[in-house]
């Protein structure tokens, strides 16, 4: 089977900066018969499904997970074996044709997981960034000022997404970035994902109605800062690696 | 970087301040801009005159609080570019159009929505007549046809969107065009019947079973509204 650390690069192959591509091709970390034969299956979440009320009600977290989650990994596993068809029969067009697709299932499916993952109970630990992301926060405080800053800044980018998107705390070589992404579009493009937060509106309708900025308010209490400090300190390429670990890839 | 611009504009403006290189903005009256404003459209049926379809909580919060918040931020987005064009700052006037363009098209999409819609017990569902039945058949093959096309549009929407039946100002043909976000139709087509496909439009009542919604919908279609657009098109 394909670990996520493939699809990822598959993605990047795709949509990344000129210079990413050129790497990947020329380092051959990238194989078109590594994606036969793949199929990705639904990671179980890391907490209960009632695990982050009152922030996020139960009812969102099991259709969130159960059904939208569900359906990028149907959707992107149809995908690749249309791919997988279209590569052995030597069909170029069709492969093209497929990339939305596999772009869009394949960024939902990475997306979500790397999102569960980010998320934990509200007053737990892994919540309390001062304690177990002393790394991160001072990264953060090196380029917002404050805490308090970047929250108000993050808050901003999210708020403003115009449509269905993310928003993702990213490492960029030594520094941090506030990125919004669209609809399912992954970071792909060689940044390090720290953490990200789903702005589809069933991340929150259920509950928040059109209130989104009271969505975003409240995220704060469950952001999980260790796995966030730990992605900070990694490389790229141990993000994947411990989100594979982590939900059993 | 964002980050590093804001974190040193402050005092790069302080710094301006104490050379007096910045004067105190010149009070150009709010009211000037007051012209032309958009406002919410009233609907023409009950909030809960398209039940069971949609629900009459979704059609109170999508044109109370989400309509609502297009017109109010086409309105920001008009009065920013009019103040700024007034002082000259082309830049900052062009630097909204990605807002004018979100607002403003979902200001739009929304008002025609509301009035391609209608009551299941008055004008709403049924199959359109005359000659926008007429092209529809040459068109599509057949409304059955048109119908599964559209849904399928609807359902390939990567994110939010619309789809259009729409009218090609060039060959006088009809045609299905989907639109991301709030992106109006605009240029060569001309906009006959508009489906929202945000999930704002179903969740509360169809949660993730987006396909019940598309089915569903063509009970509370006006095809009086969208032949009456077609015949003027
Ligand atoms: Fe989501
Ligand atoms: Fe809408």
Redesign the interface.
């Known amino acids: 089977m394909v670990n996520l650390g493939t699809l990822v690069q598959y993605l990047a192959l795709q949509g990344g900066p000129q210079q990413q591509q050129q790497q990947i091709l020329s380092g051959d970390q990238f194989n078109m018969s590594l994606i036969t034969e793949t199929t990705y299956t639904l990671p179980s979440l890391p907490y209960a499904y009632d695990a982050l009320e009152p922030h996020i009600s139960s009812q969102i977290m099991t259709?969130h997970h159960d059904?939208?989650h569900q359906?990028y990994v149907d959707g992107l596993n149809a995908a690749l074996k249309g791919l997988v068809a279209a590569v052995k029969a030597n069909d170029l067009p069709a492969q093209i044709a497929l990339q939305?697709r596999i772009r869009?299932h394949g960024g939902g499916h990475i997306n979500h997981a790397l999102f569960w993952a980010n998320l934990a109970p509200a007053g737990s630990e892994e919540t309390n960034a001062d304690k177990v992301a002393g790394g991160l926060v001072s990264a953060i405080e090196g380029?917002?000022?404050s805490m308090e800053g970047f929250r108000k800044?993050f808050g901003a980018a999210l708020v403003g997404i115009?449509?269905?998107?993310w928003g993702w705390l990213v490492k960029d070589g030594q520094?941090?970035?506030?990125v919004t992404t669209?609809?399912?579009d992954p970071i792909v493009g060689g940044e390090v994902p720290i953490f990200g937060v789903d702005m589809?509106?069933?991340a929150y309708?259920?509950q928040y109605?059109?209130v989104k900025a009271k969505y975003v308010e409240n995220i704060w209490n469950v952001i999980n800062w260790k796995t966030a400090e730990e992605r900070f300190l990694g490389e790229r390429d141990d993000v994947f690696e411990a989100l594979r670990a982590a939900l059993k890839f | 970087?964002?980050?590093?611009l804001?974190?040193t504009s402050p005092v790069i403006r302080g710094a301006l301040r104490a050379s007096g290189a910045i004067k105190p903005a010149v009070g150009i009256a709010s009211t000037t801009f007051v012209r032309g404003k958009a406002t919410l459209p009233d609907l023409k049926y009950d909030y809960g005159a398209l039940e069971p379809h949609i629900s009459g909580k979704i059609m109170e919060?999508h044109h109370k609080?989400?309509h609502q918040?297009y017109v109010t931020g086409l309105n920001t987005a008009l009065e920013t570019i009019a103040e700024a064009e007034s002082k000259g700052d082309f830049t900052k006037a062009a630097s909204v159009a990605?807002l004018l363009n979100?607002h403003g098209g979902g200001h739009l999409n929304h008002s025609l929505f509301w009035e391609n819609l209608a009551p299941a017990s008055r004008e709403g569902g049924g199959e359109p007549s005359g000659v926008l039945k007429t092209a529809i058949n040459e068109d599509f093959g057949s409304f059955d046809t048109f119908r599964k096309q559209m849904n399928t549009a609807l359902a390939g929407i990567?994110?939010?969107?619309w789809a259009w039946l729409v009218k090609d100002k060039q060959s006088g043909t009809l045609g299905l065009v989907t639109r991301?976000?709030?992106d109006p139709v605009t240029g060569q087509y001309v906009p006959l019947l508009g489906i929202d496909a945000?999930?704002?439009a179903y969740?509360?009542q169809y949660?993730?079973r987006k396909a019940e919604y598309f089915e569903a919908i063509w009970n509370v279609i006006n095809w009086k509204t969208v032949g009456s657009r077609f015949e003027k098109a």
């Open positions: 259709l059904k939208h359906a939305p869009f380029v917002w000022g800044e115009q449509g269905s998107g520094t941090l970035k506030i669209k609809d399912q589809w509106e069933h309708y259920l109605l059109n | 970087m964002a980050s590093t804001l974190r919060l609080k989400h918040t990605p979100f990567q994110g939010s969107g991301a976000n709030q945000w999930e704002h969740y509360l949660e993730n």
